[in-house]
């Protein structure tokens, strides 16, 4: 063989172990990255049950100081959580040393701080677990209980985003009146022989209270995030206008995804996976009223998008409601970690960890079995619209991987 032939033969094999080398590698990388995704959905698995059990490791720090410990840019509590019932049993029982009118919003809650100095926020029960909201997917009360089931699905789905959240039962005559404020005290009455209150918020009536089953009123309670993570509060970017005839931009607009993809800060960094996440978390619960979120201050687009607020939820579970799949649709790209949670959640196995997660809270059972089946099935409509995405502009392209630094621009 002349050298010149030897040469370019050398320089092919050369050319096929360098694209050998680097697709095993990448395969390598992919399997590596799939097979800690598996390890993780399997230790979610294994600790979904949360007993409220009192008793704590750190014996030399209160509840509190612990959950606070937890919060970092990227989530509010660590996958590994051994004293999270610790913490919930405390949010549960603790005794309430003040209680006042809620923060300012549209729903009713009442803003609490149990022993200790910990800020809780309540929301009391409006509606029986088999109530169906009728009307537009944002109608109605506050769900207490949707705060709870959207606490645990959060923890499924491996966000650890949202606040903790807890049912629990408190006495209105004698846990909030004694302790209440002369503005939240003023909004108490009596309907019958049952213990009443309607707050001060943007939509409180007078004659729309919420009452107890006598003294007694169910509710939840959220646990406050630290002073030291003061928040920033964004407008959603498939925010509604809430006014009936106008539509938002991206209701009309097929390609409002570029033009978000060329704003702060969704042209960089996480921010624009996390609207995507939230996004299906959302149509999961049939949540279509984020109109804002929240992050930390300050942080420029790097921390996480804090799912606060999540009661506007499992209203009506035969209204899917597809336009809050917005985000994912327009815009076509999925963390590959959020694209694998949801396939191991496939085949029932979503209704069965979020029951089971549930189990242990004080005013289980949390949601009814039609609000179970219908997150099964949201379930794979979310499924479909990614594979309609990636049979469109490939896997490639759709499924991002987490650990990128992303820019859209």
Not at 182 to 197: A, H, S, Y
Not at 211 to 219: L, R, S, V
Not at 364 to 381: C, M, N
């Amino acid at each position: 063989m002349k050298l010149k032939q030897r040469v370019v033969l050398l320089a092919i094999l050369l050319v096929i172990f360098i694209f050998t080398k680097v697709f095993l590698i990448d395969n390598l990388d992919t399997s590596a990255a799939n097979r800690e995704d598996q390890r993780a959905f399997q230790r979610m698995l294994s600790g979904l049950r949360v007993a409220l059990d009192p008793r704590l490791e750190h014996t030399l720090q209160s509840p509190w100081e612990i959950a606070a410990q937890w919060v970092v840019p990227r989530e509010v509590y660590p996958e590994d959580t051994p004293e999270m019932g610790a913490v919930m049993h405390a949010m549960t029982t603790k005794k309430i040393i003040k209680a006042d009118v809620g923060y300012k919003g549209t729903q009713l809650k009442a803003l609490l701080i149990l022993e200790g100095g910990q800020k809780v926020v309540f929301k009391p029960k409006r509606y029986a677990r088999d109530y169906i909201v009728e009307g537009e997917p944002y109608a109605g009360y506050d769900r207490h209980n949707a705060e709870v089931a959207a606490f645990h699905l959060d923890r499924i789905l491996g966000f650890r985003r949202a606040p903790l959240v807890v049912g629990r039962f408190v006495n209105l005559r004698t846990e909030i009146k004694p302790v209440a404020t002369e503005q939240l005290l003023g909004t108490f009455m009596t309907v019958g022989n049952n213990t009443c209150f309607y707050g001060k918020c943007y939509y409180c009536r007078e004659t729309e209270p919420a009452c107890a089953d006598g003294d007694i009123m169910e509710g939840s309670v959220t646990l406050w995030l630290p002073d030291v993570w003061p928040l920033q509060k964004h407008r959603h970017p498939w925010g509604r206008t809430y006014r009936e005839g106008k539509l938002a931009r991206w209701e009309y607009d097929e390609s409002y995804c570029d033009a978000v993809k060329k704003t702060s800060p969704y042209d960089s960094g996480p921010r624009l996976l996390d609207i995507i996440d939230t996004a299906i978390f959302d149509y999961l619960i049939g949540n279509a009223d984020r109109h804002h979120y929240e992050s930390f201050q300050d942080d420029e687009g790097a921390s996480m998008l804090i799912l606060l607020d999540n009661a506007k939820s499992f209203g009506n579970p035969a209204l899917d409601e597809r336009s809050i799949l917005a985000p994912l649709y327009q815009c076509c790209i999925i963390r590959v970690s959020t694209w694998n949670r949801l396939n191991y959640l496939k085949n029932g196995v979503l209704k069965s960890a979020l029951k089971t997660a549930m189990s242990h809270d004080p005013i289980s059972p949390v949601l009814s079995d039609p609000h179970l089946d219908a997150l099964d099935q949201r379930l794979l409509s979310i499924l479909a619209t990614v594979k309609q995405c990636t049979d469109q502009f490939g896997p490639d392209v759709v499924l991002v991987e987490d650990r990128m630094t992303l820019s859209h621009l």
